[in-house]
């Protein structure tokens, strides 16, 4: 007697489901982080230029009429430009993992880089488990 063809699934398949589900959820918040970081970059970018050139321009004219508190406007204008462009490579650096794991799951290469770290874990280490893409990018 043949076997009685079911409808459910098997565990095998409902697992494949679940992890195509996972990479397909990566995928699209990848995606979305990237959108964001590149329209957050784009404006910081703008701002660190505006703010930069703002702290030049007080310095330089502070320093020509002496004005002390002036000059230190002008370097704290600096100052916030360079943490504004600390940011922006920050952002950057993001961005290009993000790219890795997108090409990683088109390549179907992909696995999860969460980290999972074990609270009960007496180490100096903390016990992190990591998985990484081949390059061990974290």
């Given amino acids: 007697m043949p076997p009685i063809?079911?409808?459910?699934?098997?565990?095998?398949?409902?697992?494949?489901?679940?992890?195509?589900?996972n990479k397909l959820d990566d995928l699209s918040d990848s995606l979305s982080k990237r959108h964001?970081?590149?329209?957050c970059n784009?404006?910081?970018n703008y701002l660190f230029h505006v703010v930069q050139a703002a702290g030049i321009l007080t310095t330089t004219v502070a320093a020509g009429y002496d004005e002390r508190f002036l000059?230190?406007?002008g370097v704290g204008l600096?100052?916030?430009?360079?943490?504004?462009?600390?940011?922006?490579?920050?952002?950057?650096?993001?961005?290009?993992r993000l790219l890795k794991d997108i090409q990683a799951i088109k390549n179907g290469t992909y696995l999860d880089e969460g980290e999972v770290v074990d609270p009960l874990s007496n180490n100096n280490?903390?016990?992190?488990?990591t998985t990484s893409t081949p390059d061990n990018t974290v």
């Fill in 42 to 44: 784009m404006g910081l």
């Fill in 125 to 129: 280490n903390n016990n992190k488990a």
């Fill in 78 to 96: 600096n100052l916030l430009a360079s943490l504004i462009n600390v940011y922006e490579k920050t952002n950057s650096e993001i961005m290009k």
């Fill in 71 to 73: 000059i230190w406007v």
């Fill in 5 to 21: 063809p079911t409808t459910e699934k098997t565990t095998t398949q409902k697992i494949d489901d679940v992890f195509d589900k």
């Fill in 36 to 39: 964001c970081l590149n329209r």
